[in-house]
Nanobody, 115 residues
Framework: QVRLVESGGGLVQPGGSLRLSCAAS???????MGWYRQAPGKQRSLVAR???????NYADSVQGRFTISRDNRKNTVYLQMSSLKPEDTGVYYC??????????WGPGAQVTVSS
């Protein structure tokens, strides 16, 4: 089973930027991948996804501010986040899209947007 490890989170002021990375232990080239966010007190939800050929979709709340990309040679998925808002605060995870019946989650990357 492929393991996923997220990195790149941190504390950033509103309007700032962060780039998250998700490194997979094996090939992800045949999988559509997604970034999911779990905000405090809320369920985990999809914020961005990318298909095997690089086609992408975004949640309305992040459209125009976030960009998902992938490098299959490095088995890595990225999430470039700009114009960050306090409501973007949460733990960010990557995983396949759609999720498997019993998804295995990585440690996540904590993103805190605060002044």
């Amino acid at each position: 089973q492929v393991r996923l490890v997220e990195s790149g989170g941190g504390l950033v002021q509103p309007g700032g930027s962060l780039r998250l990375s998700c490194a997979a232990s094996g090939s992800i080239s045949i999988n559509a991948m997604g970034w999911y966010r779990q905000a405090p007190g809320k369920q985990r939800s999809l914020v961005a996804r990318i298909g095997t050929i690089g086609n992408s979709n975004y949640a309305d709340s992040v459209q125009g501010r976030f960009t998902i990309s992938r490098d299959n040679r490095k088995n890595t998925v990225y999430l470039q986040m700009s114009s960050l808002k306090p409501e973007d605060t949460g733990v960010y995870y990557c995983n396949t899209f759609p999720l498997s019946i019993r998804p295995t989650w990585g440690p996540g990357a904590q993103v805190t947007v605060s002044s």
